[in-house]
């Protein structure tokens, strides 16, 4: 099942094993022995989510579809907890790549997008700007996906904490002090743009939402016109906001909105996460 746009898309692989296999005339498929592993989750758009928008080309602007992202500050009251999640999403079957799209600098932005081959023998692509190159096959990175510094394989992503104390100690790894940052914001987009497992995510959302620094908004629209949970943490003049899909606790969405005046500092709109079997058209 296709997402567009997506609630970023988990998988767990456990001690399952990805090979490579070869068939007759055609070209490498992944093969996963699946003894003893879980299973992998393809997530799924919120109720009430606006009618999905054309997905963007690479590196082509993004039009946002009505109705409009909610403008400026959003207001939160003192001691609201933000909710439970709902049901979570289906299983899907692991494909030759996982493939990321995101937007940066608000909307119409920048368009970057990675397919992230499963295996070795899979390559890894990427785009920005308009234009798709193949990763060298020598860089070390290319298979991995980067979370507050930290370049994790597939097989790390799928065992990452599914409790909450083993999450919020992983969150918490770069820092100095246990002291809240905007920065784990931004650790749960690049959690959500990764083949994370569902138990990780709820736990991840958990241990953010929970925390008395950070406060909830109500329902709130990204960009793209989704509706999700609003997360707010105010540091430094800044109002840092962040979206969550409520079935799941994938991030969708995060901007940084000056106190003063309104004005978007800073914003990341993940537009899809999920598994493909096609490569992108070069050139």
């Known amino acids: 099942m296709s997402r567009r746009p997506p609630h970023a898309a988990g998988a767990s692989f456990c001690t399952g094993k990805v090979v490579m296999v070869r068939r ?11 003894a003893g592993c879980g299973s992998v989750l393809h997530r ?51 494909k030759r790549f996982w493939h990321w799209r995101i937007t940066t600098g ?18 890894t692509y990427f785009a920005s700007g308009g234009t798709v190159h193949q990763a060298d096959p020598a860089d070390w990175g290319a298979h991995r996906f980067m ?19 083993g999450i919020t ?18 650790q749960l987009i690049d959690v959500g743009l990764a083949p994370t497992p569902p138990a990780t995510l709820t736990a991840a959302y958990r241990a953010i939402a929970q925390r008395p620094e950070v406060h909830y908004a ?26 969550v899909d409520p079935q799941t606790g ?15 500092q800073l914003a990341t709109t993940v537009y899809l996460a999920e598994w493909t079997d096609s490569p992108p058209a070069m050139g």
């Open 106 to 123: 608000g909307v119409p932005g920048m368009v970057n997008e990675r397919w992230i081959g499963v295996a070795g023998g899979a390559p």
């Open 44 to 94: 799924v758009p919120p109720a009430g989510a606006a009618a999905t928008p054309t997905a963007p080309a690479h590196g082509a602007p993004v039009k946002a579809p009505q109705p409009t992202q909610t403008p400026g500050l959003w207001t939160w009251t003192q001691g609201v907890a933000a909710p439970e999640l709902g049901a979570g999403g289906h299983i899907a079957v692991p």
């Open 24 to 34: 007759s005339g055609a070209a490498l498929i992944v093969a996963l022995l699946m």
């Open 218 to 243: 109500g329902y709130q629209i990204d960009a793209f016109g989704r509706r999700g949970l609003g997360l707010v943490f105010e540091f430094d003049g800044l109002q840092n906001q962040l979206l």
């Open 169 to 186: 100690a992983f969150l918490w790894a770069p820092y100095p002090t246990t002291q809240f940052t905007p920065r784990l914001f931004d």
């Open 147 to 165: 979370i507050e510094g930290r370049a994790l394989t597939f097989s790390e992503v799928s065992q990452l904490p599914s409790d909450q104390k």
């Open 250 to 264: 994938a991030a969708l969405s995060r901007r940084a909105v000056s106190l003063s005046s309104g004005a978007v």
